[in-house]
């Protein structure tokens, strides 16, 4: 069955491009992952909070953006290649993904071909028609692992990087000024995990903003609309830094 991979909003604004790569829990008829369709409105399957998110900051911003247009647990677009683990996990955050245990090499390869290749080369080709000055990813993050209860995770925001935090610093004390509770690096780090701000933003050094906001604040809309308004303006401000260090 046809499925196009992403979808695009357009913008009037060409300094920014935002991306969403878990911005979706849609499965393909023809794919049968196996798993309990309430896990479909969980963190595995997606990032809660971000498409509805990521649409409001288009609409104040007038930028363009590239969202996924099916779960994660399909393939991960933000994996490498040969994250073979990670790519189509057949475990995620303790749940057995049944309909991707067992995948043979053709099977890995043609998921590849139909999600992971368009949707990357389709963001190559929006970033060469009008090169951005700042890519901003947007993810959202649990409070806690359910496989690991002892986890801690006190961060209301965190700013992810692996060699390039141009954007980063410009935007760390602007969030700070916002009485969040920021961190850098974290819940995980940028140097472990950050294939597509590799791919896109580091390699053709473009500064970027990878975001990763805990759920449990983008459940209700008037959080999110807070948070969009908070974004809007460290966005703007960063854009405008990094134009005037031109």
């Known amino acids: 069955m046809s499925h196009q991979a992403w979808h695009d909003i357009e913008g009037a604004d060409p300094s920014i491009l935002l991306i969403a790569d878990h911005a979706s829990a849609f499965v393909p008829e023809d794919i049968d992952l196996g ?6 409105d969980e963190h595995v399957a997606l990032d809660k909070g971000v ?30 290649e040969d994250d073979f683990l990670g790519l189509m996990p057949a475990v995620s955050d303790g749940y057995v993904i049944a309909g991707n245990t067992g995948l043979k090499a053709e099977e890995k ?18 970033i060469k028609r009008q090169r951005p ?16 209860l002892h986890c801690y995770r006190p961060w209301q ?18 969030l700070k000024q916002a009485q969040l509770v920021v961190g850098e690096n974290e819940p995980y780090s940028g ?10 933003a580091e390699k053709n050094r473009i ?8 759920q449990d604040m983008l459940t209700e ?3 999110i609309g807070r948070w969009c308004q908070i974004l809007e303006n460290v966005i703007k401000e960063t854009v405008l830094s990094l134009k005037n260090r031109k």
């Open 35 to 40: 798993i309990d369709r309430n896990l479909y």
């Open 51 to 80: 498409e509805t998110l990521g649409e409001q900051l288009c609409q104040t911003l007038s930028c363009r953006a590239v969202f996924a247009a099916q779960s994660r647990l399909v393939v991960d677009l933000n994996r490498d």
């Open 109 to 126: 390869e043609a998921r590849l071909a139909r999600f992971y290749y368009p949707y990357h080369q389709h963001i190559a080709e929006v």
């Open 133 to 148: 000055t700042l890519i901003v990813s947007l993810h959202s993050f649990t409070p806690c692992l359910k496989s690991d």
């Open 157 to 174: 925001v965190g700013l992810l990087y692996n060699n390039d935090d141009r954007a980063t610093q410009i935007a760390i004390p602007l």
């Open 191 to 200: 140097r472990i995990l950050n294939t597509t701000m590799n791919r896109h």
């Open 207 to 214: 500064p970027y903003l990878l975001l990763e906001i805990r």
């Open 221 to 223: 809309p008037k959080e």
